[in-house]
């Protein structure tokens, strides 16, 4: 049985930066409420339009050195706070901690770094594509240039614990003949029970590619359209969402709630978590793992009863999604789902709504003109809240 969400509260404190969060979301929905504007919480993260970003982690221990987490990088709810803002919504992107965000998301990590061009190396070196970040960036991009140039870095990425094994024993094959000149330098945080994924994201690297990109995040911090707030545990996120929640009712219809997080389905009550590091000594732990309450229930009928909320499903059995969108909804009666399945996620959704079910798909075409697929998800969403506020009856 699913724990209920109201014990959940009573018995998990609230994350520490949570009032700041508090003052935030609150001064954030009363600007864009006094001018009559949209709000949308996206969640991969779940923000007014609330938008949702990235997976949660689940804790196993409170000084938490090991945690449970799931596949997602926060991509969909990211691309799609940036298709919000082109539709004139303000966006809260309540996203997990490193997860993608908007706009930076193009430019992550090394990618970005091979984006800029150093054009002189003496005193009056500039840097294209930000000027006004030249002081900051110059050593660095001097440093990975040089790296680069000379040859003097590898880069290779795993994954699983099984990816890392393969990898240090070929590297270390190859380091055997270095003798003692070979220094080994293991400060990786392996777990002794799983390793949690990464993700590279591979992003065209141009000015043309980054200019119309900062364009449109310089607009929307400039107008103060969007808000982030972060989460790491599941805890972290009931308490951000029902926050959100209580800033969002007074828009009423107008609120949009587009709940894209993979939020887990499992943790372990704060009360059994262990207080120190499982010791790998005494073997491997048994780890039993309850049933996350489920927020939709009170979010739909007290938190923003007229609210247009979506969810998404994700699901790995193609047979079984639209059955399981249509329960969500015959459960806690919101608007719209969104299916999606874990391996074609990238190219094609199912909107499942009470009456029918159609899918939203990216053609060849759009594919490689480079489209996402957050653009056509965005768009149709925009279209049904847009009907839910012509047919709304104040
Ligand atoms: O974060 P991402 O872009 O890699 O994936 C998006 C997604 C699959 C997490 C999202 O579309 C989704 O389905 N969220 C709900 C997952 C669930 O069924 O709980």
Redesign the pocket.
């Known amino acids: 049985m699913a724990s209920h969400w109201e014990e959940f509260y009573k018995t998990h404190l609230p994350p520490t930066d949570f009032e700041d969060n508090r003052s935030l979301l609150k001064e954030f929905c009363e600007r864009h409420n006094s001018i009559g504007e949209r709000i949308a919480l996206v969640t991969?993260v779940h923000f007014v339009p609330f938008l949702q970003?990235?997976?949660t982690t689940v804790p196993l221990e409170h000084n938490t050195v090991r945690f449970v987490d799931n596949?997602?990088?926060?991509?969909?709810?990211a691309a799609s706070a940036e298709y919000f803002l082109e539709q004139g919504y303000a966006v809260i992107f309540m996203h997990r901690t490193k997860s993608l965000e908007p706009f930076t998301r193009h430019f992550n990590g090394q990618k970005f770094m091979d984006m800029l061009e150093l054009n002189d190396r003496g005193p009056n070196t500039t840097i294209t594509v930000k000027p006004d970040s030249v002081d900051v960036l110059a050593p660095v991009l001097a440093n990975y240039k040089a790296a680069q140039e000379t040859g003097k870095i590898l880069y290779v990425t795993f994954t699983t614990v099984s990816d890392y094994f393969w990898l240090l024993r070929a590297a270390c094959e190859c380091l055997g003949p270095l003798g003692p000149k070979a220094l080994l330098y293991l400060a990786a945080a392996v777990s002794d029970f799983y390793i949690p994924s990464s993700e590279l994201v591979i992003k065209p690297d141009s000015v043309d590619v980054l200019a119309p990109v900062l364009a449109n995040y310089k607009a929307a911090q400039e107008t103060g359209k969007i808000l982030y707030v972060t989460f790491t545990t599941v805890s972290d996120y009931f308490w951000l969402l029902r926050a959100a929640c209580e800033c969002l009712g007074p828009l009423g219809p107008k609120a949009l709630l587009y709940?894209?997080?993979?939020?887990s389905?499992f943790y372990i009550p704060s009360s059994e978590l262990p207080t120190h590091k499982i010791q790998s000594s005494v073997g491997a732990p048994t780890i039993s793992l309850q049933l996350v309450p489920k927020l939709l229930a009170p979010l739909v009928s007290l938190w923003v009863p007229q609210a247009f909320v979506v969810?998404?499903?994700?699901?790995t059995d193609e047979n079984i999604l639209i059955a399981k969108a249509r329960d969500s909804l015959n459960k806690y009666k919101h608007k719209l789902v969104?299916g999606?399945m874990?391996q074609t996620?990238r190219q094609k959704?199912v909107f499942v709504t009470p009456e029918s079910s159609y899918e939203v798909l990216l053609s060849r075409e759009q594919m490689i003109n480079g489209m996402e697929i957050e653009d056509l998800i965005v768009s149709n969403v925009v279209i049904s809240h847009s009907n839910f506020l012509a047919s709304f009856k104040y």
Do not use: P
Not at 71 to 77: Q, V
Not at 259 to 263: N, R, S
């Open positions: 991969a970003s990235g997976g596949f997602s990088a926060g991509t969909r709810g709940l894209a997080a993979a939020v389905d969810s998404f499903k994700l699901e969104v999606n874990l996620r959704v």
